[in-house]
Nanobody
Framework: QVQLVESGGGLVQAGGSLRLSCAAS????????TGWYRQAPGKKRELVAA???????YYEDSVKGRFTNSRDNAKNTVYLQMNSLKPGDTDVYYC????????WGQGTQVTVAS
């Protein structure tokens, strides 16, 4: 089993920055990649960014150049640095760890005020 704990969401003005953290515990050797998803009420959860254990990254087109994945292997933690935030980035953000199984964090609210 893997447990994921997210933190770092909040309220920020447009143009501001937030850094989300996703700390993994448990059977972390089973994780091969970590992704960040976001979901608005009534909408499908969508992949925003991802990072593999090897450091390869993926970014959805709307966040390229603004969001950056990083990881601290010693802390089993993945970060999503979000800069130049827009009101359209307002959503609940979820951390996902894939590998042996699929695991989800509890979600953290990001609200960008115009």
């Amino acid at each position: 089993q893997v447990q994921l704990v997210e933190s770092g969401g909040g309220l920020v003005q447009a143009g501001g920055s937030l850094r989300l953290s996703c700390a993994a515990s448990g059977d972390t050797d089973c994780i091969t990649a970590t992704g960040w998803y976001r979901q608005a009420p009534g909408k499908k959860r969508e992949l925003v960014a991802a990072i593999t254990n090897g450091g390869e990254t993926y970014y959805e087109d709307s966040v390229k150049g603004r969001f950056t994945n990083s990881r601290d292997n010693a802390k089993n933690t993945v970060y999503l640095q979000m800069n130049s935030l827009k009101p359209g980035d307002t959503d609940v953000y979820y951390c996902n760890a894939g590998g042996c199984k699929n695991y989800w964090g509890q979600g953290t609210q990001v609200t960008v005020a115009s």
